[in-house]
């Protein structure tokens, strides 16, 4: 069953990368050669595919900011500009500046993603701790700067600026990372 529901969601964010928040069932179901029967027996409804494509999104997001921490070979200012710019290689491609799209027709899905954005800075904080006391950063207050991540996340989310100047939300996420870690640097 698990492997069938991860074969659905990476389905879905495949068809959402060429479709947006618009794509159908009967979509998910013709890319996947698949029956939207099968897919009902997984997800009872759109929406419960789109809040299960996020979670599945971030954990992902979040089992790769692990591998980053593991990596020995890497500094602590690599591998805390690695945590804060992870973007697993099944996004590629994905335009996130899409989801705003979703916070009219789809709420509960937009505020997953606002929850889930705001979540999981353990292991991020733990990595700014350690840059700290390694002399590798400079203190500054950890809610702060994560209140600025947040936030500069969120507006590449929300505004059209990035797609207005032909800006992709990764290369928006790298650029961002370095004036942060690089502005904290001692």
């Known amino acids: 069953m698990e492997e069938i529901k991860e074969?659905?969601?990476?389905?879905?964010?495949?068809?959402y990368r060429s479709k947006g928040a618009k794509f159908t069932m009967d979509d998910l179901a013709a890319a996947l050669s698949m029956s939207k029967k099968?897919?009902?027996?997984?997800?009872?409804?759109?929406?419960?595919l789109l809040l299960n494509m996020?979670?599945?999104?971030f954990d992902c997001i979040k089992d790769d900011k692990e591998k980053a921490l593991e990596k020995?070979?890497?500094?602590?200012?690599?591998?805390?500009?690695?945590?804060?710019s992870v973007m697993p290689e099944k996004f590629a491609g994905l335009d996130?500046?899409?989801?705003?799209?979703?916070?009219?027709?789809?709420p509960e899905c937009y505020a997953r993603?606002?929850?889930?954005l705001e979540s999981d800075w353990e292991l991020t904080i733990a990595t700014l701790r350690e840059g700290i006391k390694a002399g590798?950063?400079?203190?500054?207050?950890?809610?702060?700067?994560?209140?600025?991540?947040?936030?500069?996340?969120?507006?590449?989310?929300?505004?059209?600026?990035?797609?207005?100047?032909?800006?992709?939300?990764?290369?928006?996420?790298?650029?961002?990372?370095?004036?942060?870690?690089?502005?904290?640097?001692?």
Not at 113 to 116: D, G, H, L, N, S
Not at 137 to 164: C, H, K, W
């Open 7 to 15: 074969r659905l969601l990476e389905g879905a964010l495949d068809v």
């Open 38 to 48: 099968t897919i009902y027996t997984i997800f009872p409804d759109k929406k419960t």
């Open 54 to 57: 996020v979670d599945f999104t």
């Open 72 to 84: 020995p070979h890497l500094t602590v200012v690599d591998r805390f500009r690695a945590v804060l």
């Open 96 to 106: 996130f500046t899409q989801i705003y799209s979703m916070k009219d027709k789809y």
């Open 113 to 116: 993603i606002a929850e889930r």
């Open 136 to 186: 590798e950063f400079r203190p500054v207050d950890e809610v702060i700067f994560q209140m600025m991540y947040e936030s500069a996340t969120e507006r590449f989310l929300n505004g059209s600026e990035l797609a207005d100047n032909g800006i992709l939300y990764v290369d928006a996420l790298n650029e961002m990372v370095d004036i942060l870690v690089d502005g904290i640097r001692a």
